[in-house]
């Protein structure tokens, strides 16, 4: 589009760009939103007054990019996750709803503990990490990635959404794998991870918002268990008696995490399903 094109279009309207974009409606409004910082009431009451030129641009260079597959929640910077507005960018992984069983798997695990330990392993946004300590003040949580861009949206995510003066204290980030970078003395109460998990080949990878999200979050190149069982094997060193681990895996891997549990000498394992009714989280407790 040309200068003289947007100078020509003065009476472009939130109601007429709805009504003509490619995208589906709740996109739209989604990224109408965004643009005009408006809410969603200000669709209705304002839809049908005239938009300056920039914003009418801003709009369509975010609707091409979004009819051209990229993330609605890349495009606009956030993805809500259990309660909180989390910033994302294409260094981390998009938080999805499913993953909010990890949370509450683990907060329902910590009843009953004082200042609870947590371990947040491939953390990325933060997502769950943030999640667990907004949830819990007094639980002191670390969190670890290999990504230094990853952790850097961890850490303003953290600081965005965490109470300074929480009893737990600040999140503790680290970068490394897995286990490797932690300091050999630290035993935590619960592990959770939401691990790279996806096998090589799955034409899952290239397609819908998977295209644009960090290759290496998503899959190991390899069967898909590799990240699993390297967090199994790790964690009975990294667990107080009667410690949980608990982590995420695809629709089809639930009795495979299940074995691995039960190989590395865990009892009450278990697996749990998400709200679709897929076994989408296994874990088990060690000792005590």
Known sequence: MSAAD?????QVTADALLRASPLPALETRILLMHVL???????????????????????RALESRRAAGEPIAQLVGAREFFGLDFEVTPDVLIPRPETELLVETALAAMEGMA????????TGSGAIAVAIASARPDARVWAVDRSSGALGVAARNAAKLLDAARAGGALTLIEGSWYDALDPALRFD???????YIANGDPHLDQGDLRFEPRG??????????????????APARLVAGGVLWMEHGYDQAAAV??????????????????????RISGARFGG
């Open 6 to 10: 947007i100078v020509s279009e003065p």
């Open 115 to 122: 200042q609870p330990r947590v371990l947040d392993l491939g």
């Open 258 to 279: 299940r074995a691995l549990l039960d190989a590395r000498g865990f009892a009450e394992v278990a697996s749990k399903r998400d709200l679709a009714g897929i076994e």
């Open 37 to 59: 910082g408006w809410r969603r009431t200000e669709l209705i009451t304002r839809g049908d007054q005239p938009l300056d030129a920039a914003r009418v641009a801003a709009y």
């Open 217 to 234: 979050a998503l899959t190991d190149e390899s069967d898909g268990l590799t990240a699993l069982r390297a967090i199994v094997e790790g």
């Open 190 to 196: 619960v592990i959770v991870s939401n691990p790279p």
